[in-house]
């Protein structure tokens, strides 16, 4: 499983199969996703100083396939992109990814894809869960790591980094006695020596991406509402 499916996993509801957060962050936190598993594989990485592009870009060092269809057309769009910041990037890694990774869980029969119409005209789908059972491990993980304290796994920490970048931890975590206790854990994870410092960047290109879209998403509705 991609860290992409997981993410997705945890952040749809299993009963509704609604997400339980909206956009940009849902997607861009999909395109995050890609990019922390595509330089976890040494696919691409994002440069420090003295690196041959400059300092916070992004480089990539190697276009043969990962044997994923989504993660090798995720690396296909970076091919041509060294150099630019990642973040300006999560755009168009994000473009249709939402949708590829719940059709391919819902082929895999964890997601079931229910169609229905808004008032009867709009057509929506929810996407409940099917087989909950890799879910369930992966938020056993996650509790063992937030709740209990023990040491995440690479993996376990990128979704974590994740997760508290999105400020959604407590909504993944729903039984927490104290929620702010559960958020500072998960924040010193994302802010530890985790992984790879080009790692941890991405999840902060990411974070940046989200902040970037929403300021320019509230000055257009201000300009619109003048």
């Not at 945890?10 to 395109?31: Q, R, V």
């Not at 304290?149 to 997760?163: K, M, W």
């Not at 985790?194 to 940046?208: C, D, I, N, P, T």
């Amino acid at each position: 499983m991609l860290i992409a499916e997981d993410l997705l996993l945890l952040l749809y509801d299993d009963e509704s199969g609604k997400p339980i957060t909206g956009n940009p962050g849902l997607d861009y936190s999909l395109a995050g996703a890609m990019l922390i598993e595509l330089t976890l594989l040494g696919k691409v990485d994002i440069a420090g100083a003295g690196d041959h592009v400059k300092e916070g870009r992004l480089k990539v060092l190697d276009t043969s396939t990962t044997g994923d269809v989504i993660l090798d057309d995720r690396l296909a769009m970076l091919a041509g992109k060294a150099g630019q910041k990642p973040k300006n990037l999560m755009g168009k890694l994000s473009k249709k990814l939402r949708d590829q990774v719940l059709a391919r869980l819902a082929e895999r029969g964890i997601l079931q894809a229910d169609k229905d119409k808004v008032l009867g005209l709009f057509p929506v789908t929810r996407w409940p869960a099917k087989d909950a059972r890799h879910e369930a491990e992966v938020r056993s993980k996650l509790e063992n790591v937030l709740k209990l304290g023990t040491q995440p796994d690479e993996r376990t920490a990128a979704l974590i980094a994740l997760l508290s970048a999105l400020n959604v931890v407590p909504k993944v975590i729903t039984d927490a006695v104290d929620k702010k206790a559960l958020k500072r854990r998960a924040k010193e994870i994302a802010e530890s020596e985790w992984a790879a410092e080009a790692v941890r960047k991405a999840v902060q290109e990411m974070q940046s991406a989200i902040t970037a879209a929403i300021v320019v998403s509230s000055s257009a509705g201000a300009t619109a509402g003048s």
